[in-house]
């Protein structure tokens, strides 16, 4: 009897330090993530990063995102009905983590057309035709040229402006600042500096919405 | 009468020390990869692999005590203990990286975190793998006699 007691103790004390332990870590990483933001700002916007809303907005929501990441698109309206639905109070900053092999090259596509002010309407697209080009057991990433010019893009100049070096150093910049912030899955989050703790919709939004209620009070 | 008693009890909590280390190694792996969120390379995954049914099968083995358990537990804490063993040497550089399994995804010579300057991951791993196979042959010794 006394041995089933012990046993079942044991259990319980086993699973309850692990929660303890799980949300004490994730309070300290919290709390090592605030003090980059206050410290360190750049981290989290750097002067190249796409931008969507207002800058006068006090909510900023950084993602950090890898075009051929099935979440990533599965999250996008989500993320910009957040922008659309509180105008002015939300800026969206995307970050590029492509972790996924032969990532960049998308990422590529996404700053040529950026370049024909039509970033967010490729990027649209791109989520859009996703299942074409992206499938983990075989990718084909050409796949996805047939379906740029529905983004309205001029897709020769894309062509030859994915080329850029300077597309290269940005991503290079973008997952040197992931690895310090500890972003290893895509879409990584942070509201105002602080990171999703744990990953999901109704959490995002809780986040987003607690942000809001901290600068607008009103 | 007394002292089988006694013995008993002490092959009872030897099993039980035996599964305690593999309930904390299954739960340290869940928490580096799940908290900590390091992604696990294919190495961890076979270690993993001896170790989680470790912990069901030493759990079962308590209730009664059955000396029976280490015939099923040792074969698997020792094919943990081989591939700990094998991920140690890679991870120290003395097999060459060009030879390991994993050339894609996750190395496995990735250095997540290193405990008061020496303890990595890997280490951990064998170090609890022969924890346990140092228990269950303590346990088949006083047990056979």
Known sequence: MKTHVIFGLSVIVLIVAFMIGSSYYKGKQAEKIGFLAEENAELFVRDHSPTLGSDDAKVYLIEFMDPACETCAAFSPLVKNLVVNNQGKIKLVLRYAPFHDGADYFVKILEAARKQEKYWETLNVMYKSQPYWASHHNPQPQKIWQFLPQAGVDVERIRKDMADPAISSMIDQDLADAKTLNVRKTPGFFVNGKPLQTFGSKQLLQLVQSELMANYPN | ??????????????????????????????????????????????????????????????????????????????????????????????????????????????????????????????????????????????TSI
């Open chain 2, 1 to 142: 009468m007394i002292s089988a008693d006694k013995k008993a009890h002490a092959n009872w909590t030897i099993l039980f020390l035996c599964w305690l280390v593999a309930g904390v190694s299954v739960l340290g792996s869940l928490f580096f990869s799940y908290v900590m969120e390091f992604a696990p390379c294919v190495l961890c995954w076979y270690q993993r692999i001896f170790l989680f049914p470790l912990a069901i099968i030493l759990a079962v083995g308590l209730f009664p005590l059955d000396r029976n358990v280490v015939k099923y537990a040792l074969p698997l804490a020792i094919a943990g203990w081989l591939t700990a063993a094998y991920h140690n040497l890679l991870y120290a550089g003395l097999i060459p990286e060009s030879i390991q399994p994993c050339s894609r995804g996750v190395s496995c010579t990735e250095e997540y975190i290193e405990l008061f300057g020496f303890l990595s991951i890997p280490l951990l791993s064998l170090l609890s793998f022969t924890t346990i196979i140092a228990l269950l042959l303590i346990l088949s010794r006083r």
